[in-house]
């Protein structure tokens, strides 16, 4: 595919990559493409990053159609730059696109954009420990008109951003507030998409989480309130009594890349890995009891990020002396070992940039 590129005349200057935070920081160039029904994708370009202008009536801003991705590029030791299964973000991306109404993306014209671009803000890539290349892929409803319909125009998009640790903690364990009131998704909706509106629905109770000292909510089921679901960014897992256990994909929850890597690691490895549904009751009786053994969250943004406390309607406990567990640790070791190159990639996960 033809891309136009457009490089910017006034570069920056690259960040302390001692201390970059989350998000807050963004390379020199953005790819941006157009979308019309009947046409197809068009403009494909990667421009000097910056404000861009969309109509007061774009349906982004009305309605909420947007979805977006997660993805980091890696510095290895070596100096070369990789990223992690980006075909596995490509087809989620595609998934969510379908549940919202907006376009799909072909995969490998996808593949491509991406290999493009972070090719062009390679030098981007920090090299310090724990630090990545954020991308952050999106795509948004760019129709110029308030009737509610599927559009006919979308706008796909990337930016990046380069990143240190997603929580203030880094690898030391965070605190968890299991939600008893607000609900993320439900089943039918749109929890196994990454779309803007999920997160927005999140904030408040995400907020209220954040006043009492937690960093996270962990969200129970939309129905019953019932079964465990995930957090706020990441998926979540446990070790109850020898078993780990993680809940099974029911609709109403993102289906992580990095849940699915932590899954296929432990079972290469002999580990039986429970994908079902596990009750808030059932987790209580496990942290009262101290058969909860571990707990971790997991997620590209935090990577594997171990749950020291978690409290639930006002009962607080503490999982494994608020220490990382050993399972935890193991996945955190391997994946990153993946990521940055400093282990064998014996999955085949990793796709070297140019
Ligand atoms: N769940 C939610 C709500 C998320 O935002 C994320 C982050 O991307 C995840 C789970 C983990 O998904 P992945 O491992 O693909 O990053
Ligand atoms: C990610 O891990 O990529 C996420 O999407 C988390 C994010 C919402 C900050």
């Known amino acids: ?62 309605y909420g159609s947007e979805i977006f991705e997660g993805l980091k590029a890696y510095r290895r030791a070596d100096g070369e730059v990789q990223l992690f299964r ?10 969510s696109a379908e549940r919202l109404c907006l376009p799909q993306i072909d995969e490998e014209m996808a593949l ?24 952050r892929p999106f795509m948004f409803g760019n129709d110029e008109s308030l009737g509610v319909h599927a559009v006919h125009n979308a706008t796909f998009m990337i930016i990046a951003s380069p990143v240190g640790s997603y929580y ?41 989480a954040e006043q009492k000292g937690y960093s996270q909510v962990l969200w129970l089921d939309g129905v019953e309130r019932k079964y465990i679901e995930e957090v706020g960014a990441m998926n979540v897992m446990f070790k109850i ?20 890597s932590c899954i296929e690691v432990l079972k290469s490895e002999g580990y039986k890995v429970s994908e079902r549904l596990l009750s808030i009751d059932e987790l209580e009786e496990a942290m009262a009891n101290g058969t909860l053994e571990e707990a971790w969250g997991c997620g590209t943004a935090a990577v594997v990020s171990p749950i020291g406390e978690l409290s639930y309607k006002g009962k607080v406990f ?33 796709y070297p940039v140019k």
């Open 318 to 350: 503490t999982v494994n002396n608020g220490e990382i567990g050993q399972i935890t640790q193991h996945l955190y070791d391997t994946l990153t070992g993946i990521q940055w190159g400093k282990i064998e990639d014996s999955f085949g996960w990793t």
């Open 1 to 62: 595919m033809n891309i136009e590129i457009i490089k910017t005349t006034t570069p920056k200057a690259k960040p302390d990559s001692s201390n970059l935070g989350f998000g807050k920081i963004f390379s020199d160039h953005m790819f941006i493409m157009d979308y019309t029904k009947g046409e197809g994708w068009k403009n494909a370009r990667i421009v000097p990053f910056g404000r861009f202008e969309i109509h007061p009536a774009s349906t982004v801003l009305h």
């Open 168 to 208: 203030k903690e880094g690898i030391n364990p965070v605190k968890i507030m299991i939600e008893a009131e607000d609900v993320r998704a439900v089943r039918g909706g749109t929890g196994y998409a990454k779309c803007g509106g999920n997160y927005a629905a999140s904030n408040r109770a995400g907020e209220r």
């Open 241 to 260: 009594n020898g078993e780990i256990v993680t809940p099974a994909l029911t609709g109403s929850i993102l289906p992580g890349i990095t849940r699915k």
């Open 112 to 135: 491509e954009i991406l290999e493009t671009f972070v090719s062009c803000e390679k030098d981007w890539t920090p090299s310090a420990p724990g630090t990545s290349l954020y991308l």
């Open 86 to 95: 980006p075909i596995e973000n490509i087809r989620r991306m595609n998934n």
